[in-house]
């Protein structure tokens, strides 16, 4: 009896100590997210299953409370590489857009495609970046030619007033590290966005023929981060920075790395072992372009 209450403690405690491995690699290191839309078809499908490297881009504490998801603020200790074109990653709206319809702390996944001080141009759906076509992968769902119709019932475009649609975008220059923005009543719907994402919180207000950031009058903002361009391979009909507007260094999460699992719930068949037809096998350690 002693030797299997022994044997039973030992167990116990490597079980004990498994999960503590498990929450640190959680945190800090590699991170799982379930694709829920079809706004990255057909690179990521609804049901897939992703690991996200969080050490590609940066070596920081973690943003939220293990287990219980509770955020706190995030600490970046060292940089060690930036985000580049056609990198999938995965990144989390600041907490000021919480009364928003993009809720805030929300995670996307999107793939990157242009950086800090780029000219992105996007024609009949082409990508132009600094006047160059991007090569984009094969998955890439290309858009098919649009009528007037469509084009008049699009999507509110980034930036606001922009005469722009998803297909024919830009140009328009990405903002990065540094910059400074001249900001009065006239451009604060234009560059709201940028420095709210860049500020960290939604305290940018116009009062009277003042704008100020958390109660200070400003005529000029300097940018903190650097900001990127994002969209979704399923290019008609993802939500990205075509309506939103920029990302930044802070927002993002990690680097998708490969599908670990993948299961489609519309395909369960019926009886006890049903849930194997649903199992999309070849997808399985895919990995991405």
């Known amino acids: 009896m002693g030797n299997f209450k022994e044997k039973l403690g030992k167990f116990f405690k490597i079980l004990f100590w498994v999960v503590v491995v498990a929450i640190i690699i959680k945190a800090f290191a590699i991170d799982a997210f379930k694709i829920p839309s079809t706004s990255m078809e057909n690179t990521l499908h609804p049901g897939d299953y992703i690991l996200a490297n969080k050490f590609a881009y940066n070596i920081a504490t973690p943003r939220e409370i293990p287990l219980v998801n509770l955020p706190i603020h995030q600490y970046n200790i060292f940089e060690i590489s ?74 509110v475009i980034y930036p606001p007033g922009a005469k722009w649609n998803r297909i024919s975008y830009g140009p328009i220059i990405i903002p990065g590290k540094g910059d400074i923005i001249k900001v009065d009543p006239e451009s604060f719907e234009r560059w709201q966005s940028v420095i709210v994402m860049d500020h960290g919180e939604r305290s940018l ?85």
Not at 217 to 224: R, T
Not at 253 to 277: E, H, Q, T
Request: no cysteine; aromatic share 12%.
């Open 82 to 155: 930036k985000p580049e074109i056609n990198d999938i990653i995965i990144f989390e709206f600041p907490r000021g857009y919480e009364s928003d319809p993009l809720m805030g702390g929300a995670k996307y996944i999107k793939r990157v495609i242009a950086g800090p001080h780029d000219t992105l141009k996007i024609t009949d759906g082409k990508v132009y970046v600094n006047g160059k076509l991007i090569s984009l992968p094969s998955t890439f769902k290309s858009p098919k030619m649009l009528t007037d119709e469509d084009l008049a019932q699009d999507e």
């Open 205 to 289: 207000l116009v009062e009277g023929t003042l704008v100020t950031l958390d109660g200070r009058a400003i005529s000029e903002y300097m940018l903190k981060q650097d900001h990127y361009f994002v969209i979704g391979d399923n290019f008609e009909q993802s939500m990205d920075s075509r309506n939103f507007g920029f990302i930044t260094d802070n927002m993002i999460i990690g680097k998708a790395m490969f599908i670990y699992w993948s299961f489609d719930s519309d395909k369960v068949a019926p009886g006890p072992l049903g849930f194997l037809s649903a199992i999309r096998a070849n997808r399985i350690f895919k990995g991405f372009n």
